[in-house]
């Protein structure tokens, strides 16, 4: 069974910043990994992800400002969220499959997910 578990959330202020990991619970291995986010009233959707090759994608709303890497050697994804903004506010999703199913950041193709973290910026 795939197991996804993320941490890192919290409560902070605009400006500030928080760092997110994805770790993959087992001894499964996903050449791809990527971050969505869901705000209440609202659809889920992809904020970063990282392709076969290491090479990150971000959603125009996050460019500049958040940073995605993987730890291939600890099958860990990471999100270094930076300048953080009101309407970054949101539950953060890690989701892992195969490439194909991840580089778009299409919230419909991953097929396995972690609970979520909550990330909540305060004005």
């Known amino acids: 069974q795939v197991q996804l578990a993320e941490s890192g959330g919290g409560s902070v202020q605009a400006g500030e910043s928080l760092r997110l990991t994805c770790r993959t619970l087992g001894s499964y291995r996903y050449n791809c990994m990527a971050w969505f986010r869901q705000a209440p009233g609202k659809e889920r959707e992809g904020v970063a992800a990282?392709?076969?090759?290491?090479?990150?994608k971000y959603a125009d709303s996050v460019k500049g400002r958040f940073t995605v890497s993987k730890d291939n050697s600890k099958n860990t994804l990471t999100l270094q969220m930076n300048n953080l903004r009101p309407e970054d506010t949101a539950m953060y999703y890690c989701?892992?499959?195969?490439?194909?199913?991840?580089?778009?950041?299409?919230?419909?193709?991953?097929?396995?997910w972690g609970q979520g973290t909550q990330v909540t910026v305060s004005s």
């Open positions: 989701a892992a499959d195969i490439c194909s199913r991840i580089v778009g950041l299409d919230r419909n193709e991953p097929r396995y």
């Open positions: 990282t392709d076969i090759n290491g090479a990150p």
